[in-house]
Every structure is written in C-alpha cells, then in structure tokens.
C-alpha cells in the first residue's frame, strides 16, 4: 500500500523550544506548518532546563553573550527579536518570573508555564504537531534550481523536498517548501538529542562548523577524581578563565569531577 502524501508550506524536524517557535513565527505568517518530533513528548528538555523552572531569557542580553564563529549573526537577530520581546509574551500569558542573578529569569512555578504557552501559540496559529515519528529519508524535489513535476506525488511545483515518516505502525510522505532542522545536538539522547541534523547537512553538502563539547561539566580520572569526591556536593563561588575570557558563577563539586553554572559556561 502506497503511503499517504500531504503538503505543507513548512516542516520542521524536532519540538523542542526553537522548532515550537519556529512553527508558530511562520503559521503566524500565513504558512502551513507541520513540527515532527522523535520523542513521544514535546519539549522535553525545556521541562528539565533551569532545575525544572527554566532560564528563558536574561534581563540584559547582548551579542557578546554569545559564542559564534558570525558575531553579526546574532546583532542581527537581537534586533529583529529581543528579550524584551519574549517577556512581553511571558507576562501576556499571565506567568510570574523573578530575576536571580546574572539577571537571569526563572519562572516561579515551572517550565511546564512555558512550553504550554508555546504550545499555546502553536495552536492558535494552526500548526499542527507529531509525536514519535521517525523520518525515514528525505529527498530533494529540485534539480537545477528548478522542481522536477515528475517527482513530486502532489505535482506542486512549490515542493522542494518530500520526507518519508514512520510512526507507530503507520507511514506516511510528506512534502513542502521549506524543511528547517530544529533537532538539537547530540547532548542527551534520552531527551530526543542526535547528530541527525549533521546527517541531513552533510546529505545537502553544507557547511558544518568543527563539532565539540559545550555546556558540558569536567570529569576526572586522574588524582583529582578522589578530591572531587571527598567535596561532592559542596558549592562555591568562584571565577574561571579560559582564553581571554571569564565567568564568575558558583562551581559544584561531584562524584566525577566539578560541574555547577560556571563550569558548564567556560567549557564552551
């Protein structure tokens, strides 16, 4: 049996916090938007992010703030969306914050508010979500800039790509415009993390940027392994360099070795 095919102007790969805005930015545009998720949940990691309250944004943000190998990239993208523009929609959806420091923003109850407030706007613009779906291949309708009609089941001569999905016992093809890749790195698997974005980059000869670790906590093996047991669970504050540049944040010592805010930052 053939599987069924439908169109779509937008489909994006993963749930996660940057896929669910995603969606509605561009069904608030006036376009059709399937999200395609791995996990049998959305937004896993936002639930975990922030000990459970989640940092959504900071009170002073700046293109400094960030790591890129394009610093006008993310001058740019401040300018066209702010964090004082996220908070406007925090506090449209009634959901109460409090600053700690750093001028981070935690929500007071949980980051259960925030990925329902996403999933809120999602469904207010028409977008529609799946869960545990695997996507089986993905495949260019274009051959020199132009899309091969004989290719594309729906004959729109719109769609680029067309994406074979499983899920659960069922298949499916879908096809659009626009696929955009919003499926997180390989941190944590557990949380629907993989390198399936590298796949698909790599699948479309672009360009990726030397992959390593981030945000990541320091293990040892050596003679500090047993220090760092000893101290395990002890936290204090603390400043860490590392090339030029500096955190002051508090370190945690664990079982394997040192981890804690500060840690997880200059490891980028």
């Known amino acids: 049996m053939k599987p069924s095919s439908k169109n779509y102007d937008v489909i994006i790969l993963g749930a996660g ?3 669910l805005f995603c969606a509605f930015t561009a069904a608030q545009r006036g376009r059709s938007v399937l999200v395609l998720e791995k996990a049998n949940k959305v937004g896993k990691k936002i639930l975990m992010s922030g000990g459970g309250r989640c940092n959504f944004t900071n009170h002073f943000v700046e293109a400094d703030n960030f790591i890129s190998k394009n610093p006008h990239f993310c001058k740019a993208a401040l300018t066209r969306y702010s964090q004082w523009d ?4 925090v506090e449209r959806y009634d959901i109460e914050y409090e600053e700690w420091s750093h001028s981070q923003l ?3 109850n949980s980051a259960k508010e925030i990925l329902a407030m996403l999933l809120a706007e999602c469904e207010a613009a028409g977008v529609e979500i799946k869960t545990g779906c695997d996507f089986n291949a993905i495949t260019s309708l274009v051959a020199n800039d132009s ?3 004989n290719q594309s089941s729906t ?4 769609n680029r790509y067309r994406l074979n999905i499983s899920q659960a016992d069922s298949k499916f093809t879908v096809e659009s415009e626009s696929v955009v890749v919003a499926t997180g790195a390989l941190s944590i698997p557990s949380l629907g993390g993989s390198g399936v974005g590298y796949d698909i980059a790599k699948q479309f000869s672009l360009a990726l940027t030397e992959r390593q670790a981030g945000l990541v906590p320091f293990m040892f093996s050596d003679a500090m392994k047993p220090v760092c047991e000893r101290l ?3 936290a204090l504050e603390v400043v860490v360099s590392c090339n030029g540049r500096s955190f002051t944040e508090n370190i945690l010592f ?8 500060v840690i997880l930052q200059i490891s980028n």
Do not use: E, Q, Y
């Open 17 to 19: 916090a940057s896929g």
């Open 106 to 108: 935690f929500c007071k």
């Open 147 to 149: 899309v091969d009609s």
């Open 232 to 234: 395990a669970g002890l």
């Open 86 to 89: 996220f908070i406007a929609m």
């Open 155 to 158: 004959n729109n001569k719109r």
């Open 254 to 261: 664990t079982h394997r070795g040192i981890s804690g805010p």
